[in-house]
């Protein structure tokens, strides 16, 4: 009996052990480390990643009734909770002030993005300190009274200067579409970031890295929030799939707004429209998969091609839904709600076209993600792998003309959309 209850036990281990090293979600336990180096494989970047702060990025001004926010000016924003320029598309903690963006090319295809943000609510200004001063303060300015503060203040004021509780990174290959996702949010972690392909030095030598252009924290500043490996810094690969970072940026790999543009140094979105997205990692994949992710278009309207289409990729998250309302005006949809007065809320179509002509193609475009089968519409897959795309993909092709219901074929050619419906 004992010696089939021990053939028994093994054969358990062994099934255990089998389903363990086959189970399809095994590559959602890689770390941090593990996927970068995925990452720089895919994307074809050889070199070492560069060390990166959050501080040697361009801090983006943010405006109210078109005058710049700063330490004379703060109640303005903070009074009213509105801005004309919100880095972030959700609440009013887009108006928050002192985030900074950098944009660095890695060889010739490669291009590393880098956002770090304050990011919070401007009815709660202590989001992770108890100072709630000096919040109109530009970086210069914070530096500067962080370093001639007595040893009391200089912890606090270390907060205001190099801490930030949103971090964003993005890897993108603008030739082949490559992308790759790292992100940090909800708590503070100190602006001078750790190496992400590369082990954590030691913390003598780490904290000698720390340049005199970027203060060193205090003496009784966190250790945990300066020193701490990529793991730390960062979420997991499978968290951030999870979180849903793709779902916003699978059109174009990055964001584009009149706020965060090609003007900030990321690639054009006319080039960035042609490419597939192909996503790093199975989480991310499984994700792509899980939204069913499609780009789509329209029938011509009018014989003119879609307006939507003419210069982006409408996918059916990301471009599609809310985006098209935050983009075309709509004075009821949240975000305007936290515009200022005088903001230009409308910043698509970017050429001047007629009303009645620019509510067909939007009523279109707007059924079309909602309902991609429908006649008068057209859809393609874009990733999130090479075996996914259609054949003749970089050339245009691979379109599914919609056959389902006449929907959207109705809506293109209805003449009942007026202004005060719009």
């Known amino acids: 009996m004992k ?10 281990f062994l099934y255990v052990g089998l389903k363990v090293l086959n189970r399809p979600d095994k590559a959602e336990e890689y770390d941090v480390y593990q996927y970068v180096q995925q990452c720089k494989t895919e994307l074809g970047i050889k070199q070492p990643l560069p060390q990166l702060s959050c501080l040697d990025g361009k801090q983006v001004p943010i405006y109210v009734n078109h005058l710049k926010i700063d330490s004379s000016n703060w109640e303005e924003l903070a009074g009213n909770k509105k801005c004309d320029n919100p880095h972030w598309l959700g609440g009013d903690m887009g108006c928050w002030t002192y985030s900074h963006l950098q944009v660095i090319n890695l060889g010739q295809d490669n291009v590393l993005v880098l956002n770090c943000r304050q990011k919070g609510n401007q009815s709660n200004k202590d989001w992770f300190r108890a100072s709630t001063a000096n919040l ?13 503060a007595s040893a009391i203040d200089r912890k606090e004021l270390y907060y205001l200067y190099n801490t930030f509780n949103d971090i964003g990174l993005i890897l993108r290959n603008t030739k082949t579409g490559k992308s790759c996702y790292l992100t940090q949010y909800g708590k503070a972690v100190v602006g001078f970031l750790p190496p992400i392909d590369s082990p954590l030095p030691e913390k003598d030598k780490f904290f000698d890295q720390i340049t005199s252009e970027h203060s060193r924290p205090p003496k009784n500043f966190p250790v945990s929030l300066w020193y701490r490996d990529a793991n730390e810094a960062f979420r997991s690969p499978a968290f951030t799939a999870d979180a849903g970072c793709i779902d916003c940026h699978n059109a174009h790999g990055f964001k584009y707004s009149p706020y965060i543009n090609s003007n900030s140094g990321i690639p054009s979105i006319y080039a960035m429209a042609e ?25 011509s309207i009018d014989g003119e091609d879609q307006l939507c289409t003419q210069c982006h990729k409408m996918t059916t998250s990301g471009t599609c ?13 949240i975000l305007h709600k936290w515009l200022t007065a005088g903001t ?19 009523a279109a475009i707007k059924c079309c993600c909602e309902n991609p089968d429908s006649q008068g519409c057209s859809y393609r897959r874009f990733g999130p792998t090479e075996k996914d795309l259609p054949e003749g993909f970089s050339e245009g092709k691979g379109w599914i003309e919609g056959n389902k219901k006449k929907l959207c074929a109705e809506i293109i050619n209805s003449y009942q959309w007026n202004a005060d419906k719009f």
Not at 6 to 12: D, F, G, S
Not at 279 to 296: E, T
Request: glycine fraction near 4%; charge should be positive.
């Open 136 to 148: 109109g303060l530009d970086k210069q300015q914070r530096q500067v009274k962080f370093e001639k």
């Open 344 to 362: 230009n809320s409308n910043w698509m179509p970017p050429r001047k076209v007629d009303l009645p002509v620019l509510k067909k193609h939007l």
């Open 275 to 299: 490419l597939p997205m192909l996503l790093v990692a199975k989480p991310f994949q499984q994700h792509f998969y899980d939204k069913n992710f499609l780009q789509v278009t329209t029938d």
């Open 321 to 333: 839904g809310p985006s098209i309302d935050y983009a075309t005006g709509h004075p009821h949809n």
């Open 3 to 12: 010696k089939v209850g021990l053939i028994v036990l093994l054969a358990v």
